[in-house]
């Protein structure tokens, strides 16, 4: 599916494709609720979903926001009927699928379909969409649907197809109030998630991102009988921290299902799953067994503190604050001001960090006291500003740590590390000035800040910024005017310098230069600071 040729297509496609911008109407917060893949995959009949909805009505999950029952491969029949519509399966669906929707919408739930653009679905035997766009996005509107998952299977031109897709959507949903729209999620990313060549990945995601909600970007996350688990968990992990700058209101990236009964995993790295996909403001559809869920099971999936960070109006994708090889450290701000501050320990072992004020974007006055809420205990204690920071102590191996932070005067200013996001090397600050990449070790030297002029300056040299010169050197000093090496962050992901034009080059002594910019070029695309200005343009 990666094949040479759909990378050309794909590359071939920026030019155009932030033509358009999606709209924040259709799908303001991210998705919450229930879809069959990963725990039943084509196993699916009536009785799931009626099931999944009475247990959700009656565990919480209803009440906590999982409004959502999404149908996914499987649901038809292998030939379409007479007039060219899809057909469903009356063996698995009985009463058929507008009885279903009908039910599942007078238990307060919104009903949703999979459907493919190919010429087959996945699961391979059933029609896909190619050449019956329009009549088939009209059947699931009659039929009672209002979210359409679209995979890629079966598919030779990618952009051309999800192009004409993103178009049929737009003029679908126009005029249409916001309960009667169909949410558009585009499968089309996955099928680029290629480490090694990530130019494909890149430009698909800017034509995602100019239109549709949703962004599935990377691989299937494991099915019930697939293991290891926790590594699918954190492939998908990878991706998200990678796509931070496509999410905007209206605009999620998707890093796939929350698979909160699988047997691969243990407690807590179900809970690191389910907080890190809160923080990304990710949607929370669970693929599993509903009524069989366990109650710490559901106690983590109906964690108030958790899901209001996730349904925060704002929809902040939070970022990676800090790296190293055993701790991720990932913030972003609220609507309300207060920040988010996310400790994922990835090693093997149990252990403790200290976050400071600085590293999470925080600038307190030394003399006030701020509120610091455990989002996992609900525990809320105050911590002076001359303390220098949080700790999370006691972190279990793949736990997670999350600590909300408020206060009268945060002075909030986008911190974090600036990475390559194919090479994923870290912007690397020096006593001398020298900016170089290097593999991520959470020092001052790779934190960096971004003000609202596009100034970036690091932790380690705060009173320094990142300059470059007629020559394309890149560095950092405090002799330069500042405000005339400012830099722009388009949604590309390049880092453009304001006076020359020029983009960062991670090039390959580890160097860095300001260069001709390049289309989505693997060694000029960055992942920056959550809260810096993106332009969409």
């Avoid at 920026?14 to 998705?31: H, N, Q, R, S």
């Avoid at 303390?387 to 006691?394: E, L």
Wanted: contains cysteine.
């Amino acid at each position: 599916m990666r094949s040479g040729a759909i990378l050309t297509a794909a590359t071939g496609l920026v030019g155009t494709a932030v033509a358009g911008k999606p709209d924040p109407e259709t799908l303001p917060l991210p998705p919450m609720g229930f879809n069959n893949w990963a725990r039943f995959m084509t196993s699916i009949n009536e009785s799931i979903f009626v099931d999944a909805a009475a247990a959700m009505s009656a565990n919480g999950l209803l009440s906590a926001g999982y409004n959502r029952i999404n149908l996914d491969d499987a649901w038809s029949t292998t030939k379409r009927n007479s007039t060219g519509s899809m057909v469903w399966d009356s063996t698995k669906f009985p009463r058929g699928l507008t009885w279903l929707t009908e039910h599942l919408a007078s238990a307060g739930f919104i009903p949703g379909i999979y459907s493919d653009a190919g010429t087959l679905s996945c699961a391979a035997s059933y029609p896909g969409t190619l050449h019956h766009e329009s009549q088939d996005l009209h059947d699931f509107y009659a039929w009672g649907f209002r979210y359409l998952k679209l995979d890629g299977c079966y598919v030779s031109d990618f952009p051309a197809v999800y192009g004409l897709w993103l178009g049929l959507m737009a003029a679908f949903n126009k005029d249409k109030a916001q309960n009667e729209r169909i949410v558009f999620s585009n499968s089309a990313p996955a099928y680029y998630a290629n480490p090694q060549d990530l130019r494909g990945w890149y430009a698909i995601m800017m034509q995602a991102a100019a239109g549709g909600q949703l962004a599935r970007h990377s691989y299937d996350v494991a099915t019930y009988s697939s293991n290891p688990a926790w590594n699918s968990v954190m492939s998908n992990y990878g991706f998200q921290v990678r796509a931070t700058r496509f999410q905007q209101p209206g605009f999620f990236n998707d890093p796939d299902f929350l698979i909160a009964d699988h047997p691969g995993l243990t407690l807590d790295e179900k809970k690191s799953h389910f907080a890190l996909w809160s923080s990304f403001s990710a949607p929370l559809i669970i693929s599993a067994d509903i009524p069989r869920l366990t109650s710490d099971e559901l106690g983590f999936l109906t964690n108030k503190d958790l899901i209001a960070v996730n349904q925060d109006r704002l929809v902040q994708q939070a970022s990676l604050a800090s790296r190293d090889a055993s701790w991720d450290v990932l913030t972003k701000s609220l609507s309300n001001g207060d920040r988010l501050v996310t400790v994922l320990n990835k090693g093997s072992a149990a252990g403790d960090l200290a976050v400071s004020w600085a590293r999470m974007g925080v600038r307190p006055d030394s003399a006030a006291t701020l509120s610091v809420r455990d989002l996992w205990t609900g525990q809320t204690f105050a911590v002076q500003a001359s303390s220098g920071g949080v700790a999370a102590r006691g972190v279990p191996k793949h736990g997670t740590a999350v600590f909300r932070i408020s206060g009268d005067a945060l002075n909030t200013v986008p911190t974090g590390i600036i990475f390559n996001t194919w090479s994923l090397h870290c912007l690397t600050d020096s006593a001398s000035g020298a900016a170089t990449w290097s593999t991520c070790n959470a020092s001052d030297s790779q934190s960096w800040t971004v003000d609202q002029s596009g100034r970036v300056s690091s932790l380690l040299n705060p009173d320094s910024c990142l300059v470059s010169n007629s020559d394309g050197a890149v560095w950092t000093t405090s002799e330069d005017d500042c405000e005339s090496n400012a830099w722009n962050f388009p949604v590309s992901g390049n880092i453009v310098h304001k006076t020359s034009g020029k983009c960062v080059n991670e090039n390959e002594d580890a160097s860095t230069s300001a260069v001709d910019c390049g289309q989505v070029e693997n060694r000029q695309v960055f992942g920056v600071p959550v809260g810096v200005e993106i332009d969409y343009s």
